[in-house]
Structure formats: structure tokens, C-alpha cells
């Protein structure tokens, strides 16, 4: 599942990358177009064929060239709501398999010390008779094994779903596996802040076709909108919720090997630089 949302963010992200070049070289259909039969569109008296060839060029070179003024913002959308379906992905897979994966060291342990504790009372007796002895109890300690297994998964409820918006909505259920936020590397909060916004922001344009209410914004307050008005996706705003998803990915992945003797928390994402984490020329 990790694999898998770095490849959904990265074909988000490419993919609004070649939109971007996309507007960028039809920005200029018109001057190649013109160059190709040697004339201005400008001219008059064209042939009809030329001159509705050149009409054809410049409407598109006009069009690409307000989208690019403009920021290009459903670009930046569309590429937004992908990244955050794939963060929401990662996190409802993650906690489970993390889950399944403690569980099972768990039932391991167990394993190991009874049978450990088995092997141990039985050495003074003849190798014969110890066989015969261990066969007999190994009902008794599979009964055991899984007594203690169901405790163990007692304590490791499964995980809730997600709600709520921000670092919230995937903290609660990332807690529960023992993934939460540590102490010593709490989330900065304006890094929550753009997760609560991009949230929001993900609300509006899905259910409100783009429009944000009073629901977004007692949401996410620190949005820079008013009720009713568009949302626009800036080239500001994408590096901005683009990079607080990549950074909180990549702290919630590195949580799950922290603890490993060859990790240190150089190895995890700068949570304070966490601007920093957007795709090089996004």
C-alpha cells in the first residue's frame, strides 16, 4: 500500500504536469501555425480554408492563454483530489496491516515462550518419554496460545474509520496501531492547518461542485474564502497541500520503522521544513 500511493501521487502529479506543458505549448499553436503557411492571421482577404485554420489556431492559443493567467487552478484541483484520496488509501490500509502484522509477533511471542517453558520442565525426562509428554500437551498449549492471541487482540481493537479532517482524521486510527504522532515529533501546526484546508478544500469540490459554505469554512477557518465564493486552486496553493501530503505520508511510513536499531530521525521527513516537500518545478 505504500508503494502504491507514491505511484498515485506521482501519476497525479505528472499528469498535471503535462496539462501545464499541454497549455503552455497550445499557448503558441498560433504563431506556428502561421509560420507553417507563411501568413498572418491578421491579413485580409485570406482563403477561406487558411483563414478558418488560423481562426481555429488562435482560439486555442486563446484559450490556453487565459487558463495559464488564471493559474490553471482545476489542474491544481484535480491533481489535489487524487493525492488526498491516495493519503486516505494509504492510512486505511496501513493501520490494519499493522495491526495483522502486531498480532502476529504477538502470537509468536506467545508461541515461543510456552513452548520454551514446555521444553524446559521436560529435560530430565528420558527424549522417549518428553516426545510423549509434548504430544500430549500440545493441545493444551494451542488452547493456551489462542487464550492469550484473543487477549492480545482485545487490547488491538480494529481500527476505526476515518473522520473528521486535518492530521485528526488519520491520527485517531493510526493511534489505535500504535502509529500516533510521538511525543518528541508532534506534527508542526501549520502542517495540520493545510491538511484541515486541503480537507475542506476536498469537500467543497466534490459536493459542492467547487463552491464553499459555512460547513468549510467551520471546518477549516484559516481558508481565504468567503461563504459562496469559487474555490481556485493557486500554483501557491498546490505547492502549499501538495507537499503537506507528501511530508505526513512520509512520517506516517517512517513511524513503522523508528524503532529499528539502523534508523535514526535523520532518516524521516523534516516535519518543520515540511514545505519544502512539494515536486521540484510544481
Known amino acids: 500500500m505504500v508503494a502504491d500511493f507514491w505511484s498515485a501521487i506521482e501519476e497525479a502529479e505528472r499528469v498535471r504536469m503535462l496539462g501545464v506543458l ?7 499553436v498560433l504563431h506556428r501555425e502561421e509560420q507553417r503557411l ?14 478558418r485554420d488560423l481562426q481555429a489556431a488562435w482560439e486555442r492559443a486563446e484559450m490556453a492563454r487565459l487558463e495559464i493567467a488564471n493559474g490553471h487552478p482545476h489542474l491544481n484541483a484535480q491533481a489535489l483530489l487524487s493525492m ?17 502484522l502486531r498480532l502476529q509477533a504477538l502470537d ?3 508461541l515461543r515462550r510456552v513452548e520454551e517453558r514446555a521444553t524446559e520442565a521436560a529435560q530430565d525426562v528420558e527424549p522417549e518419554t518428553r516426545e510423549r509428554v509434548l504430544e500430549a500437551l ?4 494451542e488452547q493456551e496460545v489462542t487464550r492469550l492471541a484473543e487477549a492480545a487482540e482485545s487490547r488491538l481493537p480494529k ?18 496501531v500504535g502509529l500516533g504522532a510521538p511525543d518528541d515529533r508532534r506534527l508542526p501546526e501549520d502542517l495540520d492547518q493545510a491538511l484541515t484546508e486541503l480537507g475542506a478544500v476536498r ?16 471546518q477549516a477557518p484559516s481558508l481565504p474564502y468567503q461563504d459562496g465564493e469559487l474555490v481556485r486552486i493557486s500554483g501557491d496553493d498546490y505547492r502549499t497541500y501538495s507537499a503537506a501530503v507528501r511530508c505526513y505520508a512520509g512520517e506516517i511510513t517512517f513511524r513503522s520503522i523508528r524503532g529499528w536499531p539502523e534508523v535514526s530521525d535523520e532518516d524521516g521527513p523534516d516535519l518543520e521544513r515540511w514545505r519544502g516537500c512539494y515536486r521540484v518545478g510544481a
Open 159 to 176: 481500527p476505526k474509520k476515518l473522520r473528521g479532517s486535518g492530521s485528526v482524521r488519520y491520527e485517531r486510527v493510526l493511534a489505535q
Open 203 to 218: 469537500d467543497v469540490l466534490v459536493h459542492r461542485a467547487g463552491r464553499v459554505d459555512t460547513r468549510a469554512l467551520d
Open 84 to 100: 488526498n484520496s491516495a493519503l486516505d488509501a494509504l492510512v486505511e490500509e496501513f493501520a490494519p496491516k499493522m495491526r495483522e
Open 38 to 51: 507563411g501568413v498572418s492571421h491578421k491579413t485580409a482577404n485570406l482563403p477561406g480554408d487558411v483563414a
Open 138 to 141: 500440545h493441545p493444551v498449549l
Open 108 to 110: 509468536e511471542g506467545v
Open 22 to 28: 499541454g497549455l503552455h505549448e497550445l499557448q503558441n
